[in-house]
């Protein structure tokens, strides 16, 4: 369990959705805002909400191992691994208001679209 997210968790969660791209099972959800872009992305995926892992736990390689030994789901895409925020949770518990708003954010950007 970490108490405390490597990097800046909350800057993601200021911006307002810019950009949603939906497949059938997946949606990309692009924040607006400074920093890169990978830096602002969720994915939604049967109703789970992924983040940006290298954002949490310092390191794309660091991310997917804590995930993967877990057992917890991820999205790759571009090089960046998300992590579902539910996993996030558990490993954050300090963080766990701030995750499940940004995921209930995520989800009414999507049912908007």
């Known amino acids: ?19 949603a791209i939906m497949t059938d099972d997946v949606c990309r959800i692009v924040a607006d805002g400074p ?12 109703g789970s909400v992924f983040f940006p892992g290298a954002i949490w736990f310092g390191s794309e390689k660091k991310a997917l191992a804590y995930a993967g030994y877990d057992g917890s789901k991820v999205v790759q895409s571009a090089g960046h691994v998300y992590l579902d925020a539910d996993f996030l949770a558990k490993e954050y518990p300090n963080e766990c208001d701030l995750l499940r708003s ?12």
């Open 1 to 19: 369990m970490r108490k405390q997210p490597a990097g800046n968790s909350g800057a993601f969660f200021c911006y307002a959705f810019m950009e």
């Open 35 to 46: 920093g890169a872009k990978w830096k602002r992305t969720a994915f939604v995926v049967d």
């Open 102 to 113: 940004a995921a209930r954010r995520v989800l009414a950007s999507i049912e908007v679209a």
